[in-house]
């Protein structure tokens, strides 16, 4: 029975990315999938018999059963999106984590980020050495204003203040997304203080000391409507993004 469970779930996500056309992407292009978990809850036994080990044990330790459904659909949906694109079943995809929890596929040219906020998921792909994607759903639960002492730069706090007030909380959540991508791309996440961390939109920035060793990466924001919106950083080499949505 979990084998029949955990074929339906791939084949039936395998089909509907097909559809939008992702991975088909070259050299110097990202590939970005967005998408509701809450679409595929119906399947959640089968998404799970796909999650290893560690993923499993991550999953059980969320409290709300939503917050548990939705890291076990993204994730499920994250090895048959890389499975896809190298051409493997998604149980036999090599998905391991550094220390700082970044995503690797060791012995294959391609580097993957994932993100979710409430039942919105994105993940991303590209062929070179590393990539960060953020996704956050609107709006938030916190107020950013009050926050940006902890992660804005003296300079980014200055220039949000410089906003009309009805342009600041959507502008700080842009602002926040590109941070959160960026240092996933760099490999040290939050562990790294991203009020330290300059993020301008579409300008090479380059890892912080003590970073791994990566190329200088510039971040965009991805934004399709009003529910939700995101960012992701890429080495320079990679000049365009394609955008997938179910």
């Excluded at 997304?177 to 920035?205: C, I, M, Q, S, Y």
Aim: net charge negative; hydrophobic share 45%; proline share 7%.
């Amino acid at each position: 029975m979990a084998a029949g469970l955990k074929q339906d779930f791939i084949e039936r996500f395998e089909h509907a990315i097909r559809e939008t056309g992702f991975g088909a992407f070259n050299a110097r292009q990202a590939a970005v999938l967005v998408f509701d978990a809450n679409r595929y809850t119906d399947s959640l036994a089968a998404a799970a018999a796909v999650l290893d080990a560690r993923e499993r044990e991550r999953a059980a330790r969320f409290k709300f059963e939503a917050d548990r459904a939705t890291y076990t659909v993204a994730h499920a949906a994250w090895r048959v999106a890389i499975g896809l694109c190298l051409g493997m079943p998604a149980k036999k995809i090599p998905l391991t984590f550094t220390p700082e929890g970044q995503p690797r596929l060791y012995g294959h040219a391609l580097s993957t980020s994932l993100s979710h906020s409430r039942s919105m998921v994105a993940l991303a792909m590209c062929h070179a050495e590393t990539i960060g994607v953020d996704i956050e759903t609107v709006p938030l639960k916190v107020n950013l204003e009050e926050l940006m002492p902890t992660f804005c730069t003296p300079q980014e706090i200055t220039a949000i203040e410089a906003l009309p007030s009805y342009d600041r909380a959507h502008e700080l959540l842009r602002l926040w997304t590109r941070k959160e991508a960026l240092l996933k791309a760099f490999g040290v996440g939050l562990l790294n203080d991203p009020a330290k961390t300059p993020a301008p939109a579409h300008e090479l920035l380059w890892p912080p000391a003590g970073a791994v060793p990566y190329p200088a990466c510039h971040v965009r924001n991805i934004e399709t409507g009003e529910l939700w919106l995101g960012a992701l950083a890429t080495p320079g080499m990679v000049a365009d993004m394609v955008l997938h949505t179910l």
